[in-house]
């Protein structure tokens, strides 16, 4: 084990035993790789984004901070808390925006051609977080995977890990998902 590793597992222990102070600790730690995934996010997003990735990540941090109770096994599981923390901030904040101009001039975003390989036409972040909770009603593991690949960027052994399932179960609910969140948002 990686000293990295190391460290990031006493972080988590502490925060689980009430320290809050190991939170700050976390952030720092893996600072690198959190403005990182901030960073995929706002590739995918306008290009006049107001959202900077070293303030995606620090209101990650203040949020994560509020959920602290939670339990994270292990830096898979606190990074797709993260990316999951990442990705609602986003979504609220496209909603804000589309209140504050009531639906008028928004522009279709491109969704990565990796989740729905089959639609050739930008898709609308919104639209794909709308899908994502109906799947999440649904069924809400398949949801969990296409959460913790696409927006956390997880390997499916990674998400294994966090959900406690097989790579190949991980790869069936990711290839499930794609094909039901294609038709969901075709409607």
């Given at each position: 084990m990686?000293?990295?590793t190391?460290?990031?597992?006493?972080?988590?222990?502490d925060l689980?035993a009430?320290k809050?102070?190991?939170a700050?600790?976390l952030f720092?730690?893996?600072?690198?790789e959190l403005?990182?995934?901030?960073?995929?996010y706002?590739?995918r997003e306008?290009t006049d984004?107001?959202?900077q990735?070293?303030a995606l990540?620090?209101?990650a941090?203040?949020?994560?901070?509020?959920q602290?109770?939670?339990?994270?096994?292990?830096?898979?599981h606190f990074?797709a808390t993260?990316?999951?923390?990442m990705r609602?901030?986003l979504?609220d904040h496209?909603?804000?925006r589309?209140?504050?101009?009531?639906?008028g001039?928004d522009r279709?975003l491109p969704?990565?051609?990796?989740?729905?390989?089959?639609a050739q036409?930008?898709?609308d972040?919104?639209?794909?977080?709308e899908a994502?909770s109906r799947?999440?009603?649904?069924?809400?593991?398949?949801?969990q995977v296409v959460?913790?690949r696409?927006y956390?960027?997880?390997?499916?052994?990674?998400?294994?890990?966090?959900?406690g399932?097989s790579?190949?179960?991980v790869?069936?609910?990711?290839?499930?998902?794609r094909?039901w969140?294609?038709?969901e948002?075709?409607?």
């Open positions: 990686d000293p990295l190391g460290e990031v597992t006493r972080l988590l222990v689980r009430g809050k102070e190991a700050g600790q720092a730690l893996l600072y690198d403005r990182r995934l901030a960073a995929s706002l590739r306008r984004h107001t959202l990735p070293t990540v620090n209101e941090y203040v949020h994560f901070v509020e602290s109770q939670q339990t994270r096994e292990n830096r898979a990074m993260c990316a999951t923390i609602n901030i979504v496209a909603r804000r589309k209140a504050a101009k009531r639906g001039a279709p969704l990565d051609e990796s989740i729905l390989s089959a036409r930008p898709m972040f919104l639209a794909l977080d994502l799947l999440e009603k649904f069924d809400p593991r398949p949801s959460e913790m696409y956390g960027g997880m390997t499916e052994e990674e998400i294994g890990c966090v959900l399932i790579e190949r179960t790869k069936r609910d990711w290839d499930w998902a094909t969140l294609y038709a948002m075709k409607k």
